[in-house]
């Protein structure tokens, strides 16, 4: 009778655990594919075209190097077609899939995403604007200042890169317990 009931015992622990890191692994799981790896690949997709624009002669807008009309107007169709539409899709993962952040609050640098995509809604709703030619700076770049790209960029990477680690771990110990 002793062994039977430790046996038992021993069997809904196991069980139990195994549910518990399954309910685990779920939820890492949903982080990868609905919130970390769609905004890792977007950014991604951001940064590479962004290269692309850069290294294929786009101007950077500053303040201090004046544009012409012709680089204006490329400056507009990048941003209205391939950045925005990008940043666009990366704010709605975040808003859809908040409740997936690893932390207790929304990071620092996913407020800023927002925050900039946010403050170049009223400038291409000007570009929309008929006879719009403007090649100055202020009318082609967002209030909000510099975008700290590179710190977003770090924090999907570290975190998605985490995750997938403790995907990985949790799979090995679902494997050795069964």
């Known amino acids: 009778m002793f062994v039977a009931a430790t046996g038992y015992a021993a069997t809904y622990l196991t069980n139990l655990r195994l549910a518990r890191r399954k309910d685990h692994l779920d939820r890492v799981n949903r982080q990868?594919?609905?919130?970390?790896?769609?905004?890792?690949?977007?950014?991604?997709?951001?940064?590479?075209?962004?290269?692309?624009?850069?290294?294929g002669g786009g101007n950077v807008w500053t303040a201090l190097?004046?544009?012409?009309?012709?680089?204006?107007?490329?400056?507009?169709?990048?941003?209205?077609?391939?950045?925005m539409p990008l940043n666009r899709r990366m704010v709605e993962t975040v808003v859809s899939?908040?409740?997936?952040?690893?932390?207790?609050t929304i990071p620092e640098p996913l407020k800023e995403l927002c925050a900039h995509v946010a403050c170049y809604e009223p400038i291409i709703a000007r570009w929309q604007e008929d006879g719009f030619d403007s090649v100055q700076v202020?009318?082609?770049?967002?209030?909000?200042?510099?975008?700290?790209?590179?710190?977003?960029d770090d924090y999907l990477r570290n975190s998605f890169e985490s995750l997938k680690l403790e995907q990985a771990r949790l799979l090995a110990q679902m494997q050795r317990l069964r």
Request: hydrophobic residues 45%.
């Open 97 to 104: 899939h908040a409740d997936l952040l690893c932390e207790d």
């Open 138 to 152: 202020d009318d082609h770049v967002s209030i909000a200042g510099n975008f700290l790209r590179r710190e977003l």
């Open 32 to 55: 990868l594919s609905e919130l970390y790896g769609p905004l890792y690949a977007q950014a991604e997709a951001v940064d590479r075209a962004w290269r692309k624009f850069v290294d």
């Open 65 to 83: 190097a004046p544009v012409t009309t012709e680089q204006a107007a490329t400056w507009r169709l990048w941003m209205s077609t391939v950045f």
